[in-house]
């Protein structure tokens, strides 16, 4: 089964600096995106950010970017200049032939003013 | 505005009763997903539509059923056969093709009591 992991269940940041969370995943497709999900208490999923895997270039939304290291799977969200709104659970995931998207467990961001 | 609709919020059931958890979306999206999150357990993948008239399971379909005779809706019930069906529940809807994200609905919360 192709996973997407997510190693840190929890991270924690102080307000106006930066934090980067980690994923990795496993795939034997070529073509493929990937993508970053916030979840706030609301419950609400929104999309933070994606990339396609045929990119070199990382992608890059306001105070938002990733690390994509397509070699090594890797897949990391930097989040610069961090504000209290950005305190949620943040998702991984992997979308690929089948059109499904596969996400990792998700990791707490806690943002300290 | 289009979005993606879900009804309702919080839902309460009876054990040994099916429920139907609603789906509705005016996005003119062609798949409809339905999710199970769980504490620490990410989003888990029910089951999916890729057209009308047409779905497959996800890793998780046992004690579920879904129906798409319609593009814009895609019902979920739980029936008395899902042993845990305590769990918040995502309805997603994308455009074909892999590098479409989810629209996600706002979640509804179904409790066994």
């Known amino acids: 089964a192709q996973t997407v992991t997510q190693s840190q269940p929890e991270m924690s940041v102080q307000e106006a600096e930066t934090v980067t969370l980690s994923c990795t995943y496993d795939t034997s497709e070529s073509d493929y995106y990937l993508f970053w999900y916030k979840q706030p208490p609301s419950r609400q999923m929104i999309l933070v950010i994606r990339q396609e895997a045929y990119k070199q270039q990382n992608a890059t939304e306001n105070r938002f970017s990733v690390n994509f290291q397509k070699a090594a799977k890797s897949f990391s969200l930097k989040i610069s200049d961090s504000q209290l709104g950005d305190a949620a659970m943040y998702f991984c995931?992997?979308?690929?032939?089948?059109?499904?998207?596969?996400f990792g467990k998700g990791t707490l961001l806690t943002v300290n003013p | 505005d289009g979005g993606i609709t879900q009804s309702p919020k919080y839902l309460f059931r009876k054990e040994g009763q099916n429920v139907t958890l609603s789906c509705e979306q005016n996005?003119?999206?062609?798949?409809m997903y339905w999710y199970r999150q769980d504490p620490g357990q990410g989003l888990r993948l029910i089951y999916y539509s890729q057209i009308v008239n047409d779905f497959q399971k996800g890793d998780i379909a046992e004690g579920y059923s879904v129906s798409r005779e319609k593009k814009e809706s895609f019902p979920l019930t739980v029936t008395s056969a899902q042993k845990n069906p305590t769990a918040f529940y995502l309805c997603a809807s994308s455009m074909g093709g892999v590098g479409y994200g989810y629209t996600f609905g706002s979640g509804t919360r179904l409790t066994v009591v």
């Open positions: 995931s992997k979308k690929g032939s089948n059109y499904k998207l596969t």
């Open positions: 996005l003119n999206h062609d798949a």
